[in-house]
C-alpha cells in the first residue's frame, strides 16, 4: 500500500471516530479530530506529500492522546456492562487501526511514546 493509499484509510478511519464521538454526544475531542480530517482531506485535494501528511497527523494525534484528561482516557459509557464493552471494542480496534497506519509511515512516533 502506498502512503497516498494510507492517507486514504487514514481519512476513512478518523471520519468513523468523528462518527462515534458525534453519537456519544463528544464535543471536546472532535475539535482536534475536525481537524486532523481537514488536514488529510487538504493534503489528498491537493495532491500534498502523504507521507509529509501523515507524519503530521500523527504527531496532532500523538498529542491528542498525552497526558492525563487526554483523548486517550475517552471512553464510551453504557450501563450495561456487555453493552460498554462492545462499544469501546470497536473504540479500541479503530484506535488501534490509526496508530498503526501513522506507526507504519512514522517509526519516529514509536520512539515518543
Known amino acids: 500500500m502506498n502512503n497516498i493509499d494510507k492517507l486514504t484509510e487514514l481519512n476513512h478511519y478518523f471520519l468513523k471516530l468523528r462518527e462515534i464521538l458525534l ?7 472532535i ?10 482531506q ?4 491537493y495532491n500534498e506529500d502523504a507521507k509529509a501528511t501523515i507524519k503530521s497527523v500523527g504527531d496532532t494525534y500523538s498529542l491528542m492522546n498525552s497526558g492525563n484528561g487526554s ?10 456492562f456487555n453493552e460498554r ?11 488501534s487501526d490509526i496508530t498503526s497506519l501513522i506507526v507504519s509511515v512514522d517509526n519516529n512516533l514509536l520512539n515518543s511514546r
Not at 483523548?71 to 450495561?80: A, K, L, M, P, T
Open 23 to 29: 453519537q456519544e454526544d463528544e464535543h471536546n475531542y
Open 31 to 40: 475539535r482536534g479530530i475536525n481537524v486532523i480530517i481537514n488536514r488529510i
Open 42 to 45: 487538504y493534503s489528498l485535494k
Open 71 to 80: 483523548f486517550s482516557d475517552f471512553f464510551i459509557w453504557r450501563e450495561d
Open 85 to 95: 464493552v462492545e462499544a469501546n471494542k470497536v473504540l479500541t480496534k479503530l484506535r
